[in-house]
Structures are given as C-alpha cells and as structure tokens.
C-alpha cells in the first residue's frame, strides 16, 4: 500500500533553515508529481510547492525565494529545504500527490506529517 512517511522537523528560532524529508513507498513516484502542504493551527491545509517527474517547481508566494523543493527518484524520496523560516512558518507538514488544482484532485492516504515549529 501507499506509505508516505514525512520527517526532518523540529524546533528552530526565526531565520533559521530546516530540511524535511519525505520517503514514498507503493507508488511509481518517479513518474508522479509531488507536493508539500501544510497545516497550521486552526486553519486549512495548503499547499506550499510542488515538482513535476521532470524538476519543474511552483511555490506559494508566501515561500518564494526562501523554499526549495527537490527529489530523488533513486531514493523515492522528496525534499523541502527551507531557508530564512519566520514564525508564520510554524506548521505541520505533509508531502503527497502535488496538484496546483488542491485541494481538488486524487489524493494519496495522508501521512502523519512532521511539525515545524518556528519561535521568533
């Protein structure tokens, strides 16, 4: 089955950078585009960026310039470098199919994700 298992986050002070990691399992995840979303208290999940199979990315404007996505399909494995974090970054964060139509559109089981959480 579908397994995507988000990690990588943590507690860190304003400006500072974080990586996260997700490993997909269950999936061609080379063919697939993906996407990192998340959820900050008491508000929807959004989405944050996203990669096609082939390397090309969209960010949200609100992470433009400080986020990077990236992957490696050998490894099935996503990537969220984020760089210059402010405290409206503070989330819980998730990888999953990346669609810029979300939230419409299929949809892999929901991991766990990893909390990000960051202090001013």
């Known amino acids: 089955q579908v397994q995507l298992v988000e990690s990588g986050g943590g507690l860190v002070q304003a400006g500072g950078s974080l990586r996260l990691s997700c490993a997909a399992s269950?999936?061609?995840?080379?063919?697939?585009?993906m996407g990192w979303y998340r959820q900050a208290p008491g508000k929807q999940r959004e989405l944050v960026a996203t990669?096609?199979?082939?390397?090309?990315?969209n960010y949200v404007d609100s992470v433009k310039g400080r986020f990077i996505i990236s992957r490696d399909n050998a490894k099935s494995t996503l990537y969220l470098q984020m760089n210059s974090l402010k405290p409206e970054d503070t989330a819980v964060y998730y990888c999953?199919?990346?669609?810029?139509?979300?939230?419409?559109?299929?949809?892999?089981?929901w991991g766990q994700g990893t909390q990000v959480t960051v202090s001013s």
């Open positions: 999953n199919a990346g669609r810029l139509s979300y939230p419409a559109g299929y949809y892999y089981n």
């Open positions: 269950g999936i061609s995840f080379s063919i697939r585009a």
């Open positions: 990669i096609t199979s082939t390397g090309t990315t």
